[in-house]
């Protein structure tokens, strides 16, 4: 099982992105998954993260402003983020808790570059 993150780019303050992560295997659902961030000389510090039961947590500096959600079809997982800001300049993870043949394990994507210009 991989995970790709893929979504990231440059844009202005205030603009929105999307990113995605997919998952490429054989897999049953996905349980608990959570972006994570890490800006430039920062420790990677959670963003979003979504149980299994569908409850969903923020942290602060970005509530109301990023959705984490999934398509279980597509075996997707999404972040999108608007009225993005400078400070939101990091590289995001996804990391996922997967059900599959094997067992429950966690992944986590390779991250996807975010740059945000005031």
């Known amino acids: 099982v991989q995970l790709q993150a893929s979504g990231g780019g440059l844009v202005q303050a205030g603009e929105s992105l999307r990113l995605s992560c997919v998952v490429f295997?054989?897999?049953?659902?996905?349980?608990?998954m959570g972006w994570y961030r890490q800006a430039p000389g920062k420790q990677r510090e959670l963003v979003a993260d979504?149980?299994?039961?569908?409850?969903?947590n923020y942290a602060d500096s970005v509530e109301g402003r990023f959705t984490i959600s999934k398509d279980n079809a597509k075996n997707t997982v999404y972040l999108q983020m608007n009225s993005l800001k400078p400070e939101d300049t990091a590289v995001y993870y996804c990391?996922?808790?997967?059900?599959?043949?094997?067992?429950?394990?966690?992944?986590w994507g390779q991250g996807t570059l975010v740059t945000v210009s005031s």
């Open positions: 295997g054989t897999i049953f659902s996905i349980r608990e």
């Open positions: 979504m149980t299994s039961g569908g409850g969903s």
């Open positions: 990391n996922l808790d997967l059900l599959g043949p094997r067992g429950l394990y966690n992944y």
